[in-house]
């Protein structure tokens, strides 16, 4: 599988620095977390993974190609990228959302037989089979953003890029997607999500990337970079770490430093 | 769908029939035969009119719900937002500096008066405007047309100007004759082919600027194919039958559930719903016992503000 990896990424944004020389190399079959406090440039960061933003110097690359010079259906076939804005502009039903993921697939042409059938895969993986009529006004904030995630993969993309998809989410439905992302992982894709919650991230992903002001702090395998020490330098909050009767980590801020 | 679309064809070919017998004189379709001296009637004034009818409001259909889906504004319409006065403005341009005895340069304007309000709207659009600041946008770029072409009026040098100008704004499709058929046919089947092209596009859209870039929607190249189809089709229409307005605003609407809300799959079907609107509304203006013919352009404001208001009404809670 491929490598998406970055060489000195440096991003601005209005005349202010949003990522400054970030090199990292994100390995596929894993779930890599963005962490950091507000404004540390995750959500840029994942933008430039997906040729959304061009950077100002360095580049974001597919399997040593940049990204950003791909052409526009090929990348769009191999990264998925589920924004954090739940927009949904027209009151389509959930099938017909799901199949807006095939679009780098099938072009101007009509939906073929392998289209049809990675749309019902999402379907069942997102189990949103039995809700496929129904219109997406008519869905909860969970039920959408199931749909949501279900049209990022009916792509079944090599990268999935995600803002934030577990943010708006009751801790049921965080379980259930964080263990749709686990099991994309699983089946060999690549999956990037941005997290504002330390302990999902503990919990879901296999290795971190801890961002301040546009730098990496640290990164690499969870156990490992997310350490009192780490999570202090990062977001200036002392922790304390615990761990479950089940053998999970858990992440209690209690105060800043 | 498909079923729908049946439908549609075949009220538009009642439709069709209808416009070729109505009017001042009720021509009966076997008056077709060369024998009879009514059937000049059809082939000279009705033929064409009926044509005419039938490209203009296939034309704003389609430019009406190509809009709609790239500004992603259930209330977009080349009338409401200024690119219909745009292109008239471009054309009384072209009639008060005297160019319109050239039979390709009023139309020429047209076209670009429309291409360059659909290139402004487009350009606010590219930010992510708010559906509020979009409207407003479009409401601001139509009293700015209509006051420069209110201007041109007041200004024009002679008074036989300033009455062409003013005939000419309201539209109709009174005594058109094959020369605008063959200007508005190939510009219309033109724009249309284009904005054809931009449905998977659009249909990317209903997820909002990122995510369909995500998908390998390229922003510029859909703005210049929307900006050239609406300019194309508007162009054309209000060159030959001057402004129509909420044809494009109405036959959206009332298509979409037709086409599951997916807004590249409405564009078909509004330009078969708007060439049903047009070619019906332009025989009801020719039934309407009056002195003078009734103002295709008049009377589809007419129908069409209340609709306007209506989904204004349906809309206040999002707008809210």
């Not at chain 1, 540390?40 to 690359?61: F, V």
């Not at chain 2, 729908?4 to 001042?24: E, I, R, V």
């Not at chain 2, 036989?160 to 100008?165: D, G, H, P, R, Y």
């Not at chain 2, 997820?207 to 089709?233: D, F």
Request: aromatic content about 4%; some cysteine; overall charge positive.
């Amino acid at each position: 599988m491929s490598a998406l990896e970055t060489d000195r990424l440096t991003l601005s944004l209005g005349g202010r620095r949003v990522l400054e020389e970030v090199t990292l190399t994100l390995a596929p079959g894993r779930v890599t977390a963005l962490l950091g406090p507000n404004g540390a440039g995750k959500s840029s960061l994942l933008a430039c993974l997906a040729a959304l933003r061009r950077p100002d110097a360095g580049a974001a690359a597919l399997d040593g190609k940049d990204v950003a010079t791909l052409p526009a259906r090929e990348r769009a076939r191999r990264i998925g990228f589920l924004p954090q804005q739940a927009d949904v502009h027209w009151d389509v039903d959930v099938r017909a959302l799901v199949a807006l993921g095939r679009l780098p697939w099938r072009g101007r042409g009509a939906a073929d037989a392998a289209d049809r059938a990675a749309v019902e895969r999402a379907l069942e993986a997102t189990a949103m089979t039995a809700l496929a009529e129904r219109p997406v006004e008519q869905l909860s904030g969970g039920e959408r953003a199931r749909a949501l995630l279900a049209r990022v993969l009916a792509g079944e993309p090599e990268w999935l890029l995600a803002d934030e998809p577990l943010a708006s989410l009751d801790p049921a439905h965080q379980l259930d997607v964080g263990a749709r992302l686990r099991a994309v992982a699983t089946a060999g894709a690549g999956v990037v999500l941005v997290v504002h919650d330390l302990n999902l991230a503990a919990r879901l992903a296999d290795s971190v990337v801890l961002l301040r002001t546009g730098r990496v702090v640290a990164a690499g395998d969870t156990a490992a970079v997310l350490t009192p020490e780490a999570i202090a330098a990062t977001y200036g909050v002392a922790v304390e770490v615990g761990v479950t009767a089940r053998g999970e980590r858990y992440i209690v801020p209690v105060g800043r430093v | 769908m498909r079923r729908a679309t049946l439908w549609l064809l075949l009220a538009l070919l009642l439709a069709a029939a209808g416009s070729l017998a109505a009017g001042k004189v009720w021509v009966p379709l076997d008056a077709w035969s060369s024998a009879d001296p009514r059937s000049i009637i059809i082939v000279e004034l009705r033929l064409p009119r009926t044509i005419l009818a039938l490209v203009v409001g296939a034309a704003l259909g389609v430019a009406g719900a190509a809009m709609q889906g790239y500004l992603r504004n259930p209330l977009a319409d080349p009338g409401l937002f200024g690119v219909s006065s745009g292109a008239a403005l471009g054309a009384v341009c072209a009639l008060f500096f005297g160019y319109a005895a050239q039979a390709w340069l009023l139309p020429l304007f047209a076209l670009a008066g429309a291409a360059a309000t659909m290139a402004l709207l487009a350009l606010i659009a590219g930010r992510s405007a708010s559906l509020v600041v979009f409207t407003l946008a479009g409401m601001v770029l139509t009293s700015l047309t209509g006051a420069l072409t209110a201007l041109a009026i007041s200004l024009a040098p002679t008074p036989f100007v300033a009455s062409a100008i003013v005939t000419w704004l309201m539209g109709a499709l009174t005594d058109r004759s094959w020369n605008d058929v063959w200007l508005a046919l190939p510009l219309v089947a033109f724009g249309v082919a284009v904005l054809a092209r931009t449905a998977p596009a659009l249909d990317a859209l209903t997820l909002g600027e990122t995510a369909a870039r995500s998908l390998g929607v390229e922003p510029r190249r859909l703005q210049r194919a929307i900006v050239l189809g609406v300019a194309l089709t508007v162009g054309a229409t209000v060159a030959t039958a001057g402004v129509i307005g909420f044809v494009g605003l109405m036959v959206p609407h009332l298509v979409r559930p037709l086409a599951r809300h997916r807004p590249g799959a409405t564009l078909w079907p509004s330009a078969l719903a708007g060439a049903l609107l047009v070619t019906v509304a332009d025989i009801l203006v020719r039934l309407v016992p009056s002195a003078s013919e009734l103002r295709l352009g008049i009377a589809m404001s007419l129908l069409g503000a209340p609709f306007f208001l209506y989904l204004l009404l349906r809309l206040r809670r999002r707008l809210a």
